[in-house]
Every structure is written in C-alpha cells, then in structure tokens.
C-alpha cells in the first residue's frame, strides 16, 4: 500500500522568505501523480500544486514550486516571498494513475509566518 | 466557493446518538469522496461513489453508511456515535475517473460527539 510521510509537523518562516517543506513516500507503481494542498484556518483544502510522475519537469505555481526526486521517492514544496496568508496546514498527497484512485494524504506540516 | 456543498457545516450530539451529513458535488463532478480528519491526524479515506455506484471503500467503520442519490448528492451516515467519532468530515469531489485531476473539496461538517 502506499503511503505519504511529511516529517515536520510544524515550520516556520519570516515574511518575505522561502521555506521549503518535505514529503515522503512510498509506493511500488511508476505511474502516479502528486499533490499539495493547503489547509488555512478556514478549513477548506484548497489544491496548491500537483505533478505528474513521468513528468520529469518540476511543477511550478506563481510562488509554489516543487522538487520531485523520483527515484528518491522526494516530493518538497518551495515557497517563495511568504505571504501571511500562506499562514496554514500543508498536506502532501498520492494519487494512482490507474485502479483505485483515492488519494492518499500524509499527516500535514503546519506552516507559520512570522510577520 | 468551491462548488461542493457540504451540509451541516458543524453538529453536536451525543454518545448513541445517529447523524447524518449532506454532500453536494461541483456540477458536472460524478465522484463522490468521503473523508474524516481528527484532531493533528490527516485526512483518512473512507468511501467513494462513482455515479451512484459504491467504487471503493477505506477504513470506514460498520457503523458508518454512505450513499449517492440519483441526483448525485451524497449522504454519509454515521450512528451509535462514540467520543472518538468526533472529527471534521470532508467531501470532495471531481468530474471523472481521471487521476490527473486533485479533489475540489467541500469546507466540511465539524462533528462533535458529547
């Protein structure tokens, strides 16, 4: 089964500044996709970025961008300039590309702004 | 708004007790997801429709139902609630059987279980 491992449950960053949070995981499939997705005090999840695996290109969002190591099994999220809005709970997440197409979510990393 | 209703947005009952929560889809959208989140946990899957039909199940318990209307709304039905069924329980849907698509999420029904 697969399974997705963020190991920092909480960060921090100073406004104007990059951070990057790690993902991990697990999965024996060479065809799959990958997500973040944010989680503000709202709670509403709200897609941030997703990649393809056989994409070799990084995926890339205004001021979300990621580093996919494939065969690391590597999927970090970089932002850049953080916003005080970017104040929230970030999820790393799995999807198969064929058969069962749940998505897997990891535990979350909570990311706080320092202003 | 992301498209996807999901009703109650929070509910209180008690131990025994049987609640039931609303999911709404994006129009257009035929994949039903039903998700718990507890406290500092991430998101559990617990069961998917497809156009009216059950496609796949995760840890949901016995005690929890779901189902998908011909309209294509959802309803997940949870009874002889116990404390720990507290949690935030999410719908999310998406137009098709395409994993290239994420989720489009409904903000969620806070369940609180005394």
């Known amino acids: 089964a697969q399974t997705v491992t963020q190991s920092q449950p909480e960060m921090s960053v100073q406004e104007a500044e990059t951070v990057t949070l790690s993902c991990t995981y697990d999965?024996?499939?060479?065809?799959?996709?990958l997500f973040w997705y944010k989680q503000p005090p709202s709670r509403q999840m709200i897609l941030v970025i997703r990649?393809?695996?056989?994409?070799?290109q990084n995926a890339t969002e205004n001021r979300f961008s990621v580093n996919f190591q494939k065969a690391a099994k590597s999927f970090s999220l970089k932002i850049s300039d953080s916003q005080l809005g970017d104040a929230a709970m970030y999820f790393c997440?799995?999807?198969?590309?064929?058969?069962?197409?749940?998505?897997?979510f990891g535990k979350g990393t909570r990311l706080h702004i320092l202003p | 708004d992301s498209g996807v209703t999901q009703t109650p947005k929070h509910l209180i009952t008690a131990t025994g007790q049987r609640v039931t929560l609303r999911c709404s889809p994006r129009?257009?959208?035929?994949?039903v997801y039903w998700y718990q989140q507890s406290l500092d946990q991430g998101l559990q899957f617990l069961i998917q429709?497809?156009?009216?039909?059950?496609?796949a199940k995760g840890n949901i318990l016995e005690r929890f139902s779901a189902q998908q209307f011909p309209d294509l709304h959802s309803e997940l039905n949870l009874s002889s609630l116990e404390l720990g069924d507290s949690a935030l329980y999410f719908c999310?849907?998406?137009?098709?059987?395409?994993?290239?698509?994420?989720?489009?999420f409904g903000s969620g029904t806070r369940l609180t279980v005394v």
């Open positions: 129009s257009g959208d035929l994949s």
């Open positions: 429709y497809y156009n009216g039909e059950e496609r």
């Open positions: 999310a849907s998406s137009v098709a059987l395409d994993p290239a698509y994420g989720y489009t």
């Open positions: 997440a799995y999807r198969s590309r064929g058969g069962d197409d749940k998505i897997i």
């Open positions: 990649q393809e695996a056989y994409k070799q």
């Open positions: 999965t024996s499939e060479s065809d799959y996709y």
